[in-house]
Each structure stands twice: as C-alpha cells, then as structure tokens.
C-alpha cells in the first residue's frame, strides 16, 4: 500500500497498531533486561522508522530516523558499543533536522549563529576537559548544541512542527542522562551516593524512558496532511 492509498481511517488504524507496538516494547525497555531488552529496543526503533517511512511525505526527517536506526545499531545492537560511531550517525539525524527547520525558517544569519556557538562550545569543552578531550567529547558537543538549536528553532515554528518540537524535547532530557553517565566514567567523575548520581543510575532504564518517546514523536510528525 503506497502513502497515496492511504484513507484517513487506514492511517488513524495504522498509527493505533503502531502505538500499540511501541507501548508493548515500552513496557519491555522499561522492565527487561538482556538480550530481551536489546531486542525491544533496537525493534522499537526500526519500528519508528518503518512507521513513518510507510505514512510520511518529510524526506528529511526519514532520512534522520534512518540515521537513528545506525545510530543505534552502535550503541546498542554492537557488543561493545561502538560510542564515536553512534554519535556520528546521531550527529547526521541532527544536521538533517537541521536542514528542515533551516529551510522552513530561510536566513543566512542563523546559520552562522549555530556555527558560532558550536565553535564556542568546543573551546569551553576543551577548556574543562583539557588532556581528556578526545573525538568522541568533540563530536558529543556539536552534537548537542545542534540538538539544542534545533529545539530552539523547532518551537519557534512550534504551529509547524509540534509534535516534532516536543520530541526533541524528550531527545535532549534521554541525550543528558546518558552524557552525565558517560561523563562519571572518566571526564568529570560524579561521586557516588550523591543525589545526582542516583538519579542517572536509576534502578530503571532512565535514559530510554524518555528516548523511545522522543522517536515515536518524532516519526508521528512526518505525516502527510492530506489523506484522501
């Protein structure tokens, strides 16, 4: 069935099996652990994907859920976790969602504003991390001042993008706890049984409570508007 067949009733059933799937992955992220939880999250992303690459008409954001599935296959499919590769693929997702909200909002000058404050993120990164700065601290910081911009921009074209907005909303709380937790392995040491510690080191997978959300929004929005 091609997206130009599809009935507004055949996409609202579409979306409810599609949500229906990613409530019951939910429920094993949050609960499993092994090769089970491995298997629900990577299928639940793939899921993301698949669901709107069925349904969307937004190649960009596609093309970024494409990259997410890479993405993820490093760093959680890969044993061990393959951490600079993720975050170039998740640094890809980024740069293609920042062509879209780029492209809707035209200007050369907020081009240059995010270039500026990437630039200015690495120095301070450097700056603080001095001997342990490495490529995989250089490429997590632009990753995140882009994901950072990319909000800013999403919410100022919040009547646009919505659902989209709030997802990447949900992107940065997953993207912190797991940079907090990666920083207490060696960059900036986070002392155990502080409150801080014991809030990114929850009994409960804490990063995907929050990740999984931000993609099943994310590929929401990619929706055609027009449905026959």
């Not at 997206?3 to 019951?24: E, N, P, R, W, Y």
């Not at 990259?67 to 975050?87: E, K, N, R, Y």
């Not at 980024?94 to 909200?101: D, P």
């Not at 993207?175 to 990114?200: A, C, F, K, N, R």
Request: proline share 4%; net charge positive.
């Amino acid at each position: 069935m091609t997206m130009k067949h599809l009935t507004k009733k055949q996409d609202a059933a579409l979306t409810l099996c599609f949500l229906g799937i990613s409530c019951v992955l939910y429920y094993f992220i949050l609960t499993a652990g092994g090769i089970l939880l491995t298997a629900a999250s990577y299928t639940a992303i793939i899921g993301c994907f698949a669901f709107a690459l069925s349904r969307g008409q937004n190649k960009l954001i596609i093309g970024g859920l494409a990259c997410t599935v890479v993405a993820d296959f490093f760093l959680v499919v890969c044993s061990p976790i393959q951490q600079f590769w993720g975050m170039v693929f998740f640094l890809g997702a980024q740069g293609l969602y920042a062509a879209m909200l780029h492209r809707s909002r035209p200007g050369k000058a907020l081009i240059f504003i995010r270039l500026g404050l990437i630039a200015i993120a690495e120095i301070i990164t450097a700056a603080i991390l001095k001997s342990n700065t490495d490529p995989l601290a250089v490429i997590s910081i632009c990753y995140y001042v882009n994901l950072i911009f990319n909000i800013v921009l999403a919410f100022a074209q919040f009547k646009t993008y919505p659902l989209f907005a709030i997802g990447l909303v949900f992107f940065l709380l997953c993207d912190t706890v797991i940079g907090l937790q990666v920083m207490s392995g060696g960059y900036l040491p986070i002392p155990e049984g502080s409150l801080l510690h014991s809030i990114i080191f929850a009994p409960f997978n804490l990063a995907w409570l929050f990740y999984l959300p931000s993609q099943v929004l994310i590929s929401l929005s990619s929706r055609k508007k027009h449905l026959a």
